[in-house]
């Protein structure tokens, strides 16, 4: 049973939302990505939003290039949080769904992060940090994680430093 839903408006979107996939995996959370648009198949998106939390879903991810309004309908269906990662898959790359995702209206919170790869894998990051609210091995997961990326930073110091 997936523990995070990624949601994406057009299988153009995957390799995108697969740092995401790919994050969870880092973290050991479960999930499932599928496709499912706010245009094209809205009665897709509802299904799969009204049917997650019997199938043990704690929150969703949810990718959308143009307009970009996937993160604000499952918002708008459920009460599970929502990260929206906008794609930059148009001629204003990304700016356009930038800006459809994170101007929501009061009462329908989308959490939004930066377009494409960084934010599909910031995304994912966030999630850990939401499930990690209330699991002491989640949290301890994030620190390791926190640490890991320090010492990255501290190698390329100390290789630079040696050029």
Same mark, same amino acid.
Do not use: C, W
């Given at each position: 049973?997936?523990?995070?839903?990624?949601?994406?408006?057009?299988?153009?979107?995957?390799?995108?939302?697969?740092?995401?996939?790919?994050?969870?995996?880092?973290?050991?959370?479960?999930?499932?990505?599928?496709?499912?648009?706010?245009?094209?198949?809205?009665?897709?998106?509802?299904?799969?939003?009204?049917?997650? #939390?019997?199938?043990? *879903?704690?929150?969703?991810?949810? +990718? !959308?290039?143009? $307009? /970009?309004? %996937?993160?604000?309908?499952?918002? @708008?269906?459920?009460?599970?949080?929502?990260?929206?990662?906008?794609?930059?898959?148009?001629?204003?790359?990304?700016?356009?769904?930038?800006?459809?995702?994170?101007?929501?209206?009061?009462?329908? #919170?989308?959490?939004? *992060?930066?377009?494409?790869?960084? +934010? !599909?894998?910031? $995304? /994912?990051? %966030?999630?850990?940090?939401?499930? @990690?609210?209330?699991?002491?091995?989640?949290?301890?997961?994030?620190?390791?994680?926190?640490?890991?990326?320090?010492?990255?930073?501290?190698?390329?110091?100390?290789?630079?430093?040696?050029?």
């Amino acid at each position: 049973m997936p523990q995070v839903l990624i949601l994406m408006g057009s299988d153009s979107d995957a390799p995108v939302m697969q740092a995401a996939v790919d994050a969870l995996n880092e973290f050991g959370i479960s999930s499932e990505m599928t496709v499912a648009s706010a245009h094209r198949s809205p009665a897709r998106v509802m299904r799969l939003v009204e049917d997650a #939390p019997g199938r043990g *879903v704690k929150l969703f991810i949810v +990718g !959308a290039g143009a $307009a /970009a309004h %996937l993160g604000g309908v499952v918002a @708008a269906h459920s009460i599970l949080p929502v990260i929206g990662v906008p794609i930059d898959s148009s001629a204003l790359k990304g700016l356009d769904a930038l800006l459809s995702t994170v101007q929501m209206p009061p009462g329908v #919170p989308v959490a939004t *992060v930066s377009i494409g790869k960084p +934010g !599909a894998t910031n $995304a /994912a990051v %966030l999630a850990a940090q939401i499930i @990690a609210v209330g699991d002491e091995a989640m949290a301890k997961k994030l620190h390791d994680y926190k640490k890991k990326l320090a010492s990255k930073v501290e190698a390329a110091a100390a290789k630079l430093n040696q050029s």
